[in-house]
């Protein structure tokens, strides 16, 4: 019995020790990213917009402390006013660096809509505005049904289901 008891006492006191060291560790973390502050904003991929538009969308500006930059919601604001980008990645290094990765949003169609040229994702999610079909030779050119909302950065509604449509838009995609 006094055996057992010993076993258990030690095995209470690592556990113990081991949520005491996490907890430390955690506070030194939290002291050291207070004290990193922005030295340097780096994107890193390709896209249509420049690095100098998206460290300016991003809102990150160097100075600023590592802990109160909020990594989700700059990635968030970055995808919401950058519709040709489909996804982005924030992280801030301990030396200071923050780094922008950022992935283009592969163009698919290209359609007249209302008198305007859209390009879309191959989700019918919208681009942005063409000049003229002409401009985006690297997309396929489509005629929709009936557009109920186009919006850019959104999937575009139509007034029936298109569910048919869409099934036939990605076949076609995979012979090519």
Same mark, same amino acid.
């Given at each position: 019995p006094a055996h057992?008891?010993?076993?258990? @006492?030690? =095995?209470?006191?690592?556990?113990?020790? #081991?949520v005491l060291f996490i907890l430390v560790v955690w506070g030194i973390c939290l002291i050291f990213n207070s004290f990193v502050t922005v030295?340097? !904003? &780096?994107?890193?991929?390709?896209?249509? =917009?420049?690095?100098?538009? !998206? !460290?300016a969308t @991003?809102?990150?500006?160097?100075g600023d402390k590592r802990n109160k930059i909020d990594v989700d919601a700059v990635e968030k604001e970055i995808l919401e006013s950058m @519709?040709?980008?489909?996804?982005?990645?924030?992280? !801030?290094?301990? #030396?200071?660096?923050?780094?922008?990765g950022i992935t283009p949003e592969d163009i698919a169609y290209c359609s007249d809509i209302a008198g305007g040229y859209y390009v879309m994702s191959g989700e019918f999610r919208i681009l942005g505005v063409s000049g003229d079909m002409a401009d985006r030779s690297e997309s396929v050119i489509i005629k929709l049904? /009936? &557009?109920k909302k186009a919006l850019i950065g959104d999937? &575009?509604?139509?007034? *029936? *289901?298109?569910?048919?449509? /869409?099934?036939?838009?990605d076949d076609i995609d995979k012979s090519f």
């Open positions: 057992s008891h010993r076993k258990s @006492s030690k =095995y209470i006191l690592a556990v113990i020790l #081991n030295k340097e !904003i &780096v994107v890193e991929g390709e896209s249509i =917009y420049t690095p100098e538009q !998206i !460290i @991003s809102g990150i500006a160097a @519709s040709f980008l489909a996804h982005v990645k924030v992280k !801030i290094k301990a #030396n200071g660096t923050a780094i922008i049904p /009936r &557009v999937k &575009v509604e139509f007034y *029936d *289901d298109m569910e048919y449509a /869409r099934s036939f838009l």
